[in-house]
T-cell receptor
Framework: EDQVTQSPEALRLQEGESSSLNCSYTVSGLRGLFWYRQDPGKGPEFLFTLYSAGEEKEKERLKATLTKKESFLHITAPKPEDSATYLCAVQAMEYGNKLVFGAGTILRVKS | EAGVTQFPSHSVIEKGQTVTLRCDPISGHDNLYWYRRVMGKEIKFLLHFVKESKQDESGMPNNRFLAERTGGTYSTLKVQPAELEDSGVYFC???????????FGEGSWLTVV
């Protein structure tokens, strides 16, 4: 059973068209939920860590929120340079220090 | 400050050969991780070092993979002998002892033919 599921698999937006990416998880004892951005041929670039339900964090056009079962990455008025794969990963008591990743959402923003 | 650096960035080897990947973590980071992504799959954990000690190696696929971190600085991941299914991207990551952010390198792309 998948512990971390991201949706949609791919998302195409027009520049300025706001939307949200979803990351749902089934682990118990969540220690942290991480969002990363990955550009083609590059490694994951850290964006946010969320630790408890109700927590929110923002960076430029991105805002991450967390509930007890899922996290959303809201993208407001995206630009073409926001195009990337967005990865969600969880750290949980049952897994120790390691991150368990979702498959990612490929975002394409057209001008 | 330099990030996590990995070498080589790309490697193409024949089945049965040996490859050694190197990772230099961010200076001062005691925690070092190896992850990999094989074609069409999620990024998966391989192992975790704290300084020179293996904290968790539950993700290592089999005994053809050997990771070392002598002296608690850089780490190497050796695959011997390489098989076709070992092809993928191997990521190294590091974290400081008193922080929770895990920083990734650019990855080493391995192709076994």
């Amino acid at each position: 059973e998948d512990q971390v599921t991201q949706s949609p698999e791919a998302l195409r937006l027009q520049e300025g068209e706001s939307s949200s990416l979803n990351c749902s998880y089934t682990v118990s004892g969540l220690r942290g939920l991480f969002w990363y951005r990955q550009d083609p041929g590059k490694g994951p670039e850290f964006l946010f860590t969320l630790y408890s339900a109700g927590e929110e964090k923002e960076k430029e056009r991105l805002k991450a929120t967390l509930t007890k079962k899922e996290s959303f990455l809201h993208i407001t008025a995206p630009k073409p340079e926001d195009s990337a794969t967005y990865l969600c990963a969880v750290q949980a008591m049952e897994y120790g220090n390691k991150l368990v990743f979702g498959a990612g959402t490929i975002l394409r923003v057209k001008s | 400050e330099a990030g996590v650096t990995q070498f080589p960035s790309h490697s193409v080897i024949e089945k049965g050969q040996t490859v050694t990947l190197r990772c230099d973590p961010i200076s001062g980071h005691d925690n070092l991780y190896w992850y990999r992504r094989v074609m069409g799959k999620e990024i998966k954990f391989l192992l975790h070092f704290v300084k020179e000690s293996k904290q968790d190696e539950s993700g290592m696929p089999n005994n053809r993979f050997l990771a070392e971190r002598t002296g608690g600085t850089y780490s190497t991941l050796k695959v011997q002998p390489a098989e076709l299914e070992d092809s993928g991207v191997y990521f190294c990551a590091s974290r400081s002892g008193n922080g929770n952010t895990i920083y990734f390198g650019e990855g080493s792309w391995l192709t076994v033919v």
